[in-house]
């Protein structure tokens, strides 16, 4: 497997569009340029001009001629805040990309996948369903309102699940974690988490539980 060197990029990334998909999410898309990653890296992304950045997974697909970021408005988050009054034509600092999450999951792996996500931790599993999507996955999502099933008619039928804990209107209503415990899962599935700690080591504990080798199970910690 051919080696991605990690970009730093001098010339800009350019704005080309702030998407709202609900009250506190919004998604970035910007130049491409020479740019390239494999779906589960992430990037560095600041404002051109500011000191601070931060690291977002990359929700576009690999063969799309942009890139997009997934974020979350943050109440206290200077670079969140910033990058959600950006206009088209503002210009970033984009560096990467970094990481090895989802390697191992991208034909001609040809496993089964379960990938389980909470809030914006959906970012890499879109990226790479965008760019497989005939992959053998499925997707478990942990959000508080559907409102968070960010652009979901990109997910094959049947193959993207939601938990919400605020509404009754996903899948299931309740924890990620609670439907996880009920749920039949091949031993021989690649397990893949993404989204903050407490779901993520809950859900090792429930998949060790069920049989499942560490050796079938990769996580990305958000916070």
């Known amino acids: 497997m051919s080696k991605i060197e990690i970009q730093s990029m001098i010339a800009p990334f350019t704005v080309t569009e702030v998407r709202d998909l609900c009250e506190a999410s919004y998604v970035v898309r910007f130049s491409k340029r020479d740019l390239s990653f494999r779906p589960g890296q992430h990037l560095v992304v600041g404002v051109l001009g500011m000191s601070d950045a931060r690291e977002y997974s990359v929700y576009s697909g690999r063969d799309e001629e942009f890139l997009e970021i997934l974020v979350r408005e943050v109440e206290n988050g200077v670079v969140s805040k910033k990058l959600r009054r950006l206009n088209p034509g503002n210009n970033l600092e984009v560096n990467g990309?970094?990481?090895?999450?989802?390697?191992?999951?991208?034909?001609?792996?040809?496993?089964?996948?379960?990938?389980?996500?909470?809030?914006?931790?959906?970012?890499?599993?879109?990226?790479?369903?965008?760019?497989?999507?005939?992959?053998?996955?499925t997707i478990l999502h942990g959000i508080r309102t559907v409102d968070e099933?960010?652009?979901?008619?990109?997910?094959?039928?049947?193959?993207?699940?939601?938990?919400?804990?605020?509404?009754?209107?996903?899948?299931?209503?309740?924890?990620?974690?609670?439907?996880l415990k009920n749920m039949d899962i091949d031993k021989e599935t690649m397990v893949y988490l993404c989204g903050n700690s407490d779901m993520v080591f809950e859900s090792i504990d429930i998949l060790q539980e069920k049989g499942l080798s560490n050796s079938h199970i990769f996580t990305e910690v958000y916070f």
């Open 97 to 137: 990309p970094y990481g090895f999450f989802l390697t191992n999951a991208q034909p001609p792996a040809n496993k089964k996948l379960l990938f389980i996500a909470s809030g914006t931790g959906i970012a890499p599993f879109h990226s790479f369903v965008k760019t497989y999507p005939d992959a053998d996955y």
């Open 149 to 179: 099933a960010y652009e979901k008619e990109v997910y094959g039928e049947g193959r993207y699940i939601t938990c919400t804990s605020k509404d009754e209107k996903g899948h299931f209503q309740g924890r990620l974690t609670e439907y």
